[in-house]
Nanobody, 120 residues
Framework: QVQLVESGGGLVQPGGSLRLSCAAS????????MSWYRQAPGKERELVAA????????NYADSVNGRFTISRDNAKKTVYLQMNSLKPEDTAVYYC?????????????WGQGTQVTVSS
């Protein structure tokens, strides 16, 4: 019963901030790289941010680099996305993703998503 449950989405004004959380259960969280993806209306799903298993390395999409920060707490089995200086173009459904590679096979889990709307 693998679960990834996102929370923290909502409506925020341009320039504001939100902190998304993704609580994991049903798998060995500390062995999975974690990522946040988003999908805006009429657009393809895109990778927003990623973090390695122990949090030692992070990667960001150019569009959010410098504004967003991904982090994880393996003891709490939770990954976070701090979003600052939000823009209307950040409006999307944000999805939590867990991934690992084992013997040449990729294992991936997805959350149901949380809506982020940036509007005045």
């Amino acid at each position: 019963q693998v679960q990834l449950v996102e929370s923290g989405g909502g409506l925020v004004q341009p320039g504001g901030s939100l902190r998304l959380s993704c609580a994991a259960s049903g798998f060995t969280f500390s062995t999975y790289a974690m990522s946040w993806y988003r999908q805006a209306p009429g657009k393809e799903r895109e990778l927003v941010a990623a973090i390695t298993t122990a949090g030692g390395s992070t990667n960001y999409a150019d569009s959010v680099n410098g504004r967003f920060t991904i982090s994880r707490d393996n003891a709490k089995k939770t990954v976070y996305l701090q979003m600052n200086s939000l823009k209307p173009e950040d409006t999307a459904v944000y999805y939590c993703n867990a991934q690992k590679l084992r013997f040449g096979v990729t294992y991936t889990y997805w959350g149901q998503g949380t809506q982020v709307t940036v509007s005045s």
